[in-house]
């Protein structure tokens, strides 16, 4: 059985999937794990604090996936295997995906987790890499970098919620083909 630290995560987690971060409250999570909501404060400040670390575990992992792609040989290899690292996390964690990327923070204060910072800075550094390299067009690396965000996070969640009617294996042909065609944009 999992720590009670990890099991008031879980809980917090699976409640915010069901209704966002105004659903997650002391009293719900506590129900859910089968303690008290006095207990959940041994672990946790308060309900924005609770909130922050589903969400920060969840980047967490998202930033695990991302490194993977750090073994290309080639600036734009690894921004290639970025995307692929996206979408293999969506593919695989879609709960995981739903909550950090898909899910309102309403409810939690607005300055971005750390984990977060990390990963979006993780992607800039591969965009840099390749504008130094020449395998991009000179352009501001964050705003690019926002550009393909958009682009596979548009794809990946119009699959994650049914508006495609694709395989698995159709829709990792098709996501490929769509970032081959926005990467012959950012190289023209």
């Known amino acids: 059985m999992a720590d009670p630290k990890t099991r008031i995560l879980n809980a917090a987690r ?18 859910r794990v089968g303690v008290t909501a006095t207990a959940l404060y041994r672990h946790f400040e308060n309900k924005e604090a609770l909130v922050r670390a589903v969400m920060s575990s ?3 992992t998202f930033g695990g996936y991302l490194h993977r792609a750090l073994r290309g040989r080639t600036p734009m290899e690894r921004l290639r295997l970025s995307g692929q690292a996206y979408l293999d996390f969506a593919l695989e964690q879609p709960e995981l995906y739903r909550t950090i990327f898909m899910t309102p923070w309403r409810g939690v204060e607005t300055k971005m987790d750390p984990q ?5 800075q993780f992607l800039v550094d591969r965009v840099r890499e390749c504008i130094a390299a020449g395998e991009l067009k000179k352009g501001e690396p964050a705003d690019v970098a926002v550009t393909i965000w958009a682009h596979v996070h548009g794809l990946v969640s119009l699959y994650l ?3 495609c009617n694709f395989t698995e294996k159709t829709f990792r042909s098709a996501y490929r083909q769509s970032v081959d065609r926005l990467f012959e944009g950012l190289t023209k």
Do not use: K, Q
């Open 58 to 60: 969840g980047f967490e």
């Open 14 to 31: 699976d409640i915010f999937l069901e209704g966002g971060a105004d659903s997650v409250t002391m009293r719900a999570v506590a129900e």
């Open 116 to 120: 977060w910072n990390a990963t979006f």
């Open 161 to 163: 919620v049914g508006a």
